[in-house]
């Protein structure tokens, strides 16, 4: 969220420090003060304010010799205290790698934040042609399967209301971005029971997902699903991955103490 999108009542230099730490987080290397200014589009003369609390309190780390900044050791101890999603990672990874040694494909768990799924955990297909993702990536969640899966734990006025208050770009030829017709594939898929990315997110890419919790079970939506390559997929393609993913989102239920798979 940039700082012009800020909510109503928001403190605008909270809002600033957060994005440096955040655009940090996800840069592939170590950024200077120029870029940082023009990448953020942020006023100079505040920037140097901001930079000089961050890195005294160890959010932000700059290199005395390159006058480069990186992510700082404090946000790696915050985040080694996050504990949101603890239940689904305490079994979810063994689970995950032997239902990935099953169906030869790549297995993810996401969480919803907003309108975009947070991946948690990924065991990755042994082929070479593969998705290319890794845990902390965020990706739109009206395009893909597991995004789809997660919207479907939220009341249809809740996801309708995220994601009218984005703009939701096309990613594909087959991508939807009417909220309303996103709403009435999340539908179907609740009836259905799993959801599916057919080359909506990146053309030649297939994904079968289906939601793990609900926010009123753990306080968090969650989901799991297998991505493919498409030539890789067969006729029985999406059923011949609905029921192991099935099975293998009970056993994580089971293993969580929560009861069921899906709900209506």
Same mark, same amino acid.
């Given at each position: 969220?940039?700082?012009?999108?800020?909510?109503?009542?928001? /403190?605008?230099?909270? &809002?600033?420090?957060?994005?440096?730490?955040? $655009? !940090?987080?996800?840069?592939?290397?170590?950024?200077?003060?120029?870029?940082?200014?023009?990448?953020?589009?942020? +006023?100079?003369?505040?920037?140097? &304010? !901001?930079?000089?609390?961050?890195?005294?309190?160890?959010?932000?780390?700059?290199? +005395? #010799?390159?006058?480069? %900044?990186?992510? &700082?050791?404090?946000?790696?101890?915050?985040?080694? =205290? %996050?504990?949101?999603?603890?239940?689904?990672?305490?079994?979810?990874? @063994?689970?995950?790698?032997?239902?990935?040694?099953?169906?030869?494909?790549?297995?993810?768990?996401?969480?919803?934040?907003?309108?975009?799924?947070?991946?948690?955990?990924?065991?990755?297909?042994?082929?070479?042609? =593969?998705?290319?993702?890794?845990?902390?990536? =965020?990706?739109?969640?009206? #395009?893909?399967?597991?995004?789809?899966?997660?919207?479907?734990?939220?009341?249809?006025?809740?996801?309708?209301?995220?994601?009218?208050?984005? @703009?939701?770009?096309?990613?594909?030829?087959?991508?939807?971005?009417? *909220?309303?017709?996103?709403?009435? /594939?999340? @539908?179907?898929?609740?009836?259905? &029971? %799993? $959801?599916?990315?057919?080359?909506?997110?990146?053309?030649?890419? =297939?994904? /079968?997902?289906? *939601?793990?919790?609900?926010?009123?079970?753990?306080?968090?939506?969650?989901?799991?699903?297998?991505?493919?390559?498409?030539?890789?997929?067969?006729?029985?393609?999406?059923?011949?991955? /609905?029921? +192991? !993913?099935?099975?293998?989102?009970?056993?994580?239920?089971?293993?969580?103490?929560?009861?069921?798979?899906?709900?209506?």
């Amino acid at each position: 969220m940039s700082v012009s999108e800020q909510p109503q009542g928001s /403190v605008k230099s909270a &809002g600033r420090a957060l994005e440096i730490v955040e $655009f !940090l987080a996800e840069a592939a290397e170590s950024q200077s003060f120029p870029q940082l200014v023009a990448a953020l589009e942020l +006023p100079r003369s505040s920037t140097h &304010g !901001l930079l000089k609390t961050l890195v005294s309190a160890g959010w932000v780390e700059l290199d +005395p #010799a390159t006058k480069r %900044y990186s992510l &700082g050791l404090k946000a790696w101890q915050i985040g080694q =205290r %996050y504990d949101g999603h603890r239940l689904l990672l305490e079994s979810g990874p @063994a689970l995950m790698r032997a239902l990935t040694d099953q169906t030869g494909e790549t297995v993810q768990m996401a969480r919803l934040d907003g309108v975009e799924n947070v991946y948690i955990a990924i065991t990755p297909s042994p082929h070479q042609m =593969r998705l290319a993702s890794n845990v902390g990536m =965020r990706l739109h969640a009206h #395009a893909t399967g597991i995004g789809k899966a997660l919207l479907s734990t939220l009341s249809d006025e809740d996801a309708l209301h995220r994601l009218r208050q984005v @703009a939701l770009p096309r990613l594909t030829d087959k991508t939807l971005t009417e *909220p309303t017709e996103i709403m009435s /594939v999340v @539908a179907r898929g609740r009836d259905l &029971g %799993y $959801f599916v990315d057919d080359e909506e997110f990146i053309d030649g890419c =297939r994904c /079968v997902a289906m *939601p793990l919790t609900w926010p009123d079970e753990t306080g968090v939506a969650a989901a799991l699903s297998i991505t493919m390559p498409t030539s890789r997929t067969d006729e029985r393609w999406p059923h011949s991955m /609905v029921e +192991p !993913l099935r099975r293998t989102v009970l056993q994580l239920r089971e293993g969580m103490h929560l009861v069921g798979v899906a709900r209506s």
